[in-house]
């Protein structure tokens, strides 16, 4: 059996479980106060470890989602509410930490590698059109002198790719350092992991950033607003920063963008692997009224009014999760 029939036969059952599942289930009713899922995954290949999710575990995860109403956008789209769904489906946020090289690869003609995420993803969104890849990759640049996806000779062709299919490109840090224990070091990892990402796409609006390990530097505020400038002589350049958003790593849905007190710059995640997003495609499924569902209309960020305690998804077994 050649290489390509091994992996296209597996995706298959994907899709057709994909197609059933989603002829099963009815149309959730309109809520637009209800919470959504920000997923967030690092690693992938043939099993499913801690920070490592299995090729055909995210085959699953996509058809689950898919079955279940859910519908793709960036991070900025839903941070801002810039985005319209058809009514019943519910936006999910799908980012990638530490642009590490199965995320996406190329071969070395340069062309997509089957044997990367992203190429999965464009394999569902064939048959499923409606499920974009709009995924949100937050790079480290300089992390363990791989570069971006560990790839440097097609960074920059990678970055434009996942621009080009409606994905978002997003800050890590150069380094995934520890802002905290980091201290005035915290700017210059802020300031170079922009640096670098504004020099693979010029005039490229970088919109969020991802906290490493889940911590906030001192003060939280750098996190999304700031500026470094790099005090080495003969390479003077001053880099600054204001994100929509910021995203920790774990443990729990996001509150809706529509709700006023909305905040952006405290963003919960859900870890991709088992149990955690089982765990909670299940919670919403077992509760629909505490999830985000669209009414098919385009809504402004915080044009509702403050969400009631009662209605907030506050256990389905959260869990303290530090790594990102």
């Given at each position: 059996m050649t290489l390509r029939v091994r992996w296209i036969l597996p995706l298959l059952g994907t899709l057709l479980v994909a197609t059933l599942m989603s002829a099963a289930q009815p149309a959730p009713r309109p809520n637009l106060r209800g919470e959504a899922m920000i997923l967030v995954y690092h690693r992938f290949g043939d099993t499913d470890h801690r920070w490592t999710r299995a090729w055909s575990s995210f085959d699953h995860d996509l058809a689950h989602l898919y079955a279940d109403g859910y519908r793709p956008v960036t991070l900025h789209q839903y941070v801002t509410g810039d985005f319209v769904l058809p009514a019943g489906t519910s936006p999910v946020v799908i980012t990638f930490d530490d642009s590490s090289d199965n995320q996406l690869k190329f071969t070395a003609d340069g062309k997509l590698d089957p044997n990367c995420a992203v190429a999965h993803w464009v394999a569902f969104a064939r048959t499923h059109p409606d499920f974009?890849?709009?995924?949100?990759?937050?790079?480290?640049?300089?992390?363990?002198h791989k570069l971006t996806f560990a790839q440097p000779e097609f960074a920059q062709r990678k970055l434009q790719m996942i621009v080009q299919m409606g994905g978002e490109i997003g800050n890590h840090t150069l380094t995934h350092a520890d802002l905290k224990t980091q201290g005035a070091i915290a700017a210059r990892e802020i300031g170079l992991g922009q640096y670098?990402?504004?020099?693979?796409?010029?005039?490229?609006?970088?919109?969020?950033?991802?906290?490493p390990f889940g911590i906030y530097p001192n003060p939280q505020s750098l996190s999304w607003q700031g500026e470094w400038t790099n005090p080495k002589p003969g390479a003077p350049h001053q880099v600054s920063w204001k994100y929509d958003a910021v995203v920790k790593?774990?443990?729990?849905?996001?509150?809706?963008?529509?709700?006023?007190?909305?905040?952006?710059?405290?963003?919960?995640?859900?870890?991709?692997?088992?149990?955690?997003?089982?765990?909670w495609l299940a919670y919403f499924e077992k509760h629909p009224e505490r999830r985000l569902v669209s009414d098919g209309?385009?809504?402004?960020?915080?044009?509702?009014?403050?969400?009631?305690?009662?209605?907030?998804?506050?256990?389905?077994?959260?869990?303290?999760?530090?790594?990102?």
């Amino acid at each position: 059996m050649t290489l390509r029939v091994r992996w296209i036969l597996p995706l298959l059952g994907t899709l057709l479980v994909a197609t059933l599942m989603s002829a099963a289930q009815p149309a959730p009713r309109p809520n637009l106060r209800g919470e959504a899922m920000i997923l967030v995954y690092h690693r992938f290949g043939d099993t499913d470890h801690r920070w490592t999710r299995a090729w055909s575990s995210f085959d699953h995860d996509l058809a689950h989602l898919y079955a279940d109403g859910y519908r793709p956008v960036t991070l900025h789209q839903y941070v801002t509410g810039d985005f319209v769904l058809p009514a019943g489906t519910s936006p999910v946020v799908i980012t990638f930490d530490d642009s590490s090289d199965n995320q996406l690869k190329f071969t070395a003609d340069g062309k997509l590698d089957p044997n990367c995420a992203v190429a999965h993803w464009v394999a569902f969104a064939r048959t499923h059109p409606d499920f974009p890849m709009h995924g949100v990759f937050f790079l480290n640049s300089g992390y363990k002198h791989k570069l971006t996806f560990a790839q440097p000779e097609f960074a920059q062709r990678k970055l434009q790719m996942i621009v080009q299919m409606g994905g978002e490109i997003g800050n890590h840090t150069l380094t995934h350092a520890d802002l905290k224990t980091q201290g005035a070091i915290a700017a210059r990892e802020i300031g170079l992991g922009q640096y670098e990402i504004n020099q693979l796409l010029p005039g490229y609006q970088i919109h969020s950033f991802a906290l490493p390990f889940g911590i906030y530097p001192n003060p939280q505020s750098l996190s999304w607003q700031g500026e470094w400038t790099n005090p080495k002589p003969g390479a003077p350049h001053q880099v600054s920063w204001k994100y929509d958003a910021v995203v920790k790593v774990g443990a729990g849905p996001a509150a809706s963008p529509f709700v006023a007190g909305f905040d952006p710059v405290h963003l919960p995640r859900i870890q991709a692997f088992d149990p955690e997003i089982d765990r909670w495609l299940a919670y919403f499924e077992k509760h629909p009224e505490r999830r985000l569902v669209s009414d098919g209309q385009r809504h402004a960020a915080g044009s509702l009014a403050a969400e009631a305690p009662a209605t907030r998804a506050t256990h389905a077994g959260k869990s303290a999760v530090r790594h990102g």
